[in-house]
């Protein structure tokens, strides 16, 4: 029972860790939280180039999407995020956290401590909250 568990735990670990490779995601949503549109495109791209495969590409389907402007790409937002916080099994893992913004209708994975939400930006930075995945 214990190696059952203690091998269930490293799989959720693996599966998240391998899947999500969240540094550029997690700079994604901080770019938006910052109102930094040329950012978030920027790194929406080398996410699209470098990090999903074409099976991942289907799911999440914006790769090659023009945007014309920070709330095109907010939207998106929402999507990659879905499918960042599906691959996933926890909640936290090496720091992050799942928030939700009811103003939004999302989730999004940040780094753990003040709420800094990628679809509103500085117009409503902390708006949101903790939650389960």
Known sequence: MKFLITSMVFLSFSAFAHNLKTGSYVEMQDKLASDDFQGAMKIQKQICEKELDEKHKKEYQDCGKKFKDIKDIRESFKSLSEFYIK??????????????CPMAKAKWIQKKGSIRNPYYGKSMLDCGGEVDK
């Open 87 to 100: 691959h996933g099994d926890t909640k936290e893992i090496d720091g992050l956290l799942v928030a939700y």
